[in-house]
């Protein structure tokens, strides 16, 4: 509502970066809420847009932010070619005008989407670049943030004792911060690396706080990655078919939200 009001102004004021960035931001919400197509015609919206500012570098900072959140959109929707080639437009622009944030960022993108098509060296390395920019800046949220996604690359590589670590930190920086859904996060994210481990006592409390926390938040994505996890734990105690059960209502989540 306060960025409907926003974009109500802007458009008042014949500010058409202002619009263009401010429905990229709606574009956003309606991606953390698992709207992904609703998201997806906002970035179009705001794209289209900035192609009509005059200003040299507002325009590549609109046409910017927007193609950032269309790339975010792409890798969740697991088109991760068509993500790596808008985030990687983003960044180049991000590069060409100076915006270090914003570099920071685009890099972190990059390393999941590297990630997700298993280059892991790839991804280790985007992420270091960022977090080290990150650390540069003071930027104590995204530090937490590039801690979680280099511990599940380390994760990935079995150094299970590298992702705690980094977990730990992790934990610490967004519960002193506050940061809810980055608790979360890295909550399932240390559940994983346990019942990767084989420790499953250890990973229902750690679900079940995450998903206390995502249900109050209602962010849908999260909650499915979750109920898989649930799933995961069921069968590696034997219950097949609790654990089916949890996949599949996982699996319908996922189709309901795209």
Same mark, same amino acid.
């Given at each position: ?71 975010? #959109? %792409?890798?969740? *929707? @697991?088109?991760?070619?068509?993500? !790596?080639? $808008?985030? &990687? =437009? +983003?960044?180049?622009?991000? /590069? ?56 599940? #690359? %380390?994760?990935? *590589? @079995?150094?299970?004792?590298?992702? !705690?670590? $980094?977990? &730990? =930190? +992790?934990?610490?920086?967004? /519960? ?57 734990? %069921? ?10 059960? $949890? ?12």
């Amino acid at each position: 509502e306060c960025l409907e009001r926003a974009r109500d102004s802007y458009r008042q004021l014949d500010d058409k970066a202002g619009v263009s960035h401010v429905l990229s931001n709606i574009g956003e919400i309606y991606r953390l809420q698992g709207k992904y197509e609703e998201a997806r015609r906002l970035y179009d919206e705001s794209l289209s847009l900035a192609e009509q500012i005059a200003e040299p570098r507002d325009r590549q900072a609109a046409r910017a932010h927007a193609l950032k959140g269309a790339g975010t #959109v %792409a890798t969740w *929707q @697991g088109d991760y070619v068509t993500a !790596r080639e $808008l985030n &990687q =437009e +983003s960044l180049t622009l991000r /590069r060409e005008f100076g915006d270090i944030p914003g570099v920071a960022t685009l890099l972190n993108n990059l390393g999941i989407i590297a990630r997700f098509q298993r280059d892991l060296i790839g991804a280790r390395q985007m992420n270091d670049e960022s977090l080290e920019l990150f650390r540069e800046m003071g930027d104590r949220w995204a530090v937490g943030q590039l801690l979680n996604n280099q511990a599940c #690359v %380390a994760s990935d *590589q @079995g150094e299970y004792a590298e992702a !705690r670590l $980094l977990l &730990q =930190e +992790s934990l610490s920086i967004r /519960r002193q911060l506050g940061d809810r859904a980055g608790l979360a996060l890295s909550l399932n994210t240390l559940a994983d690396v346990v019942l990767d481990e084989g420790k499953y006592m250890d990973a229902r409390p750690l679900l079940d706080e995450s998903l206390e926390i995502n249900r109050e938040l209602g962010d849908q994505t999260a909650i499915a990655y979750l109920i898989e996890d649930y799933g995961g734990l %069921a069968a590696a105690e034997a219950n097949p078919q609790k654990a089916l059960q $949890l996949v599949g209502f996982a699996s319908t989540l996922r189709e309901s939200i795209g």
